[in-house]
């Protein structure tokens, strides 16, 4: 910040104050002739109003002549000490010299002439004493001396008296300058009550010693600005900004110092937010480093102005490291397995809450997709970009030597094309497709149950370090909503939109030339039986395919409604059940199926060629 600058002026005069103590008298011996007078006595009367000037008494102490006394060496002694300008500061003075001249011959002309100009050069002498004591002490105090002989000289002079009120003034002044330097090196600015701001306010007013004065007041701003800027050090900057106010208010002027004043505190508050910035962000990389960040912001919000980018920065981070940790809403990204090779795309679904299940006025609602009621996630999570592929699967089985249920049975249940219907057929596992042949790398895994898809992310979870899992219902809801409350995911248009994913359309055929009984009039994508994923947009939470190409496993047991479901979408879990929840509509799903709410009740053991699943991971 910068030194305290009001003892400046303190030092200053008590320096100027020192020089007129220590001010050597003229020199000037005493006559040869004449014995040495006694040493001189000065007086000083005090008025009884103590803010009046002090009048100093000058009284004159002659030398004593004798009537043996060469009297014409006295005049060339007075004349001499008129010369060199030594008036009135011993008893060979040229004043005390003229005095006792005329004091033993009343009728001595010469000493009566030199007397009056030794009166002239007195006044001259204090003159140019106070024109060149405006800026230093010791030379008006020697006004003050000359002025008092001058007075005791010619009281009823004019010019005299004028001299004196000059000095007069000046000494009322030189009172009050040092009453506000004692006050202000006493630390009593007077701000608020009498102290050094007043005194230095009065000199002021007072023409000679107006340069002091202003340096004075000059002072006290400083010695407030000092406040403010030992304010600001200690991050008190409501206290930095009234001190400053008040320092405004004491030239009437901003533009100079106190504008420099708050340039530093501002300086200084920048210093202190961008520290508390990098400590907090710091800390978010720290493990239970959150609560330590929350407290510099909340310090940060204490010490800043409205608006500051620095606190709005670190708010958004802390909230964000607060519901996504280092990651942020709509981020995709891969672990690494054990091997080097990526994981499976995921994406960052943000935060947020929803109203999960159907309303009592929906259109082919069913009782168990009720009571509709609201769910909030207060952390976000992380979810499978697609379902899980044919390749994916197909390494941890390769990897892991794990024998899938399908795999295990020796037969699953297919779409059969002679007859339009499903059925169970033998040698199909998840390497099959939904008709029971070979299917493609990037086709969603197929004829895997619930205890298949658990098993995946327990092997995912232990190659990467991380936890996998299968989604709650909650959250396979509120991330196919997707932020929207209609009765499907696209809405309550009963016709789905162009592009709206792989459903039951009027207007799919199979490869025999098959139709749907029970479809979306009017709709058609393309295919019969599962796209590869990814084939059609995602929503806006960045996820494919929620809606339609295959249903899903998710965690939870079934249960007949959801009275007393959690309303922090966990999954909803009995250890030992033996039905768990498909959520989702697929590729042979009729209308009714495919709406956001609906659910479907399946054995654990179940596997078919409409049935997938995909994962979430904590973050």
Known sequence: MRLGRAGAVIVAGLALLAGACSRAPDPAPAPQALPAPPPPVPQVTVSGDEREATIE?????????????????????ARQALAE?????SPGSAVPLYLALQQADPEDRAAAEGLRRARRAVQASARAELARGVEQE????????????????APEDPEVRALQAAVDLWRRGLELCRAGEEELAAGHLGLDEMGA?????????????EARALQGIAAVESAVIDRAEAAALASDFTAAAGWLERAAGIRGDDAGEVAAARARVEDERARQLLALRNAALAELDQPG?????????????????????????????????????????????????????PGPAMVVVPHGGFRMGAEDSEPMAAEAEKPAHYVRFDRGFAMSVTEVTVAEFGRFVAQSGARPRATRRGNSVVY??????????????????????????????????????????????????????????????????AGGTGRYPWGDAGTPPEGAGNLAGGNDVSPSG?????????????????????????????????????????????????????????????PGCRNRVVRGGSWASSPAQARSAWRQSLDSDMTNGRIGFRLVRGI
């Open 57 to 77: 008494v000058w009284s004159p102490v002659l030398p004593e002549l004798d009537a043996e006394a060469d009297r014409r060496a006295v005049h060339r002694q």
């Open 85 to 89: 300008d030594r008036l009135i500061g």
């Open 138 to 153: 010791a030379p008006l105090l020697r006004a003050v001396e000359l002025s008092a002989a001058a007075r005791w000289l």
């Open 197 to 209: 701001l007043e005194h230095f306010r009065e000199a002021q007013v007072l023409a000679p010693l």
């Open 289 to 341: 480093g959150l609560r330590q960040a929350r407290a510099r912001l909340a310090e940060a919000l204490r010490i800043a102005l409205p608006g500051d980018a620095r606190v709005a920065e670190m708010r958004e981070r802390i909230e964000l490291a607060t519901h996504y940790g280092q990651f942020r809403p709509g981020q995709v990204f891969r672990d690494t397995l054990s091997d080097g090779s």
């Open 416 to 481: 059969d094309e002679r007859s339009g219907n499903f059925a169970r057929r033998s040698g199909v596992d998840w390497r099959s497709g939904y008709d029971g042949r070979r299917a493609a790398p990037q086709d969603p895994v197929l004829h895997v149950s619930v205890r298949d898809a658990e098993a995946y992310a327990a092997w995912l979870s232990a190659e990467t370090g991380r936890h996998y899992r299968l989604p709650s219902e909650a959250e396979f809801e509120y991330a196919l909503r």
């Open 514 to 574: 098959r139709s749907w009984n029970i479809a979306f009039a009017g709709y058609g994508d393309g295919f019969w039986g599962p796209a590869p994923v990814a084939s059609f947009q995602p929503n806006s939470f960045g996820l494919h395919d929620l809606a339609g190409n295959v249903s899903e496993w998710v965690a939870d047991c079934w249960h007949s409604s959801y009275r007393r479901a959690p309303a922090d979408g966990a999954p909803w879990y009995n």
